[in-house]
């Protein structure tokens, strides 16, 4: 009976832990991507010129990354 209780206590602290790194890991993760100085664009875009293009851009403050620069 004893050792029933000890792995039941066992297997609910190994769920629990789990749960409480996932949530660590979650919240690092959102703190690190809101206090970044770069934001991400998505769909096609270019460089003044169409020197580069590409569906995601990691752009620091504001660009010109348009569709009017693809020629």
């Not at 809101?34 to 620091?60: D, Q």
Request: glycine residues 4%; hydrophobic residues 35%; aromatic residues 8%.
């Amino acid at each position: 009976m004893k050792q029933k209780i000890n792995r039941t206590i066992c297997k609910v602290t190994h769920v629990t832990l789990k749960t409480v790194l996932a949530v660590i890991l979650i919240a690092s993760c959102l703190v690190l991507l809101n206090s970044c100085s770069y934001s991400v664009k998505v769909g096609k875009k270019c460089t003044p010129g169409s020197t580069e293009w590409s569906y995601l851009w990691f752009v620091k403050g504001e660009s010109d990354l348009s569709k009017n620069n693809c020629e």
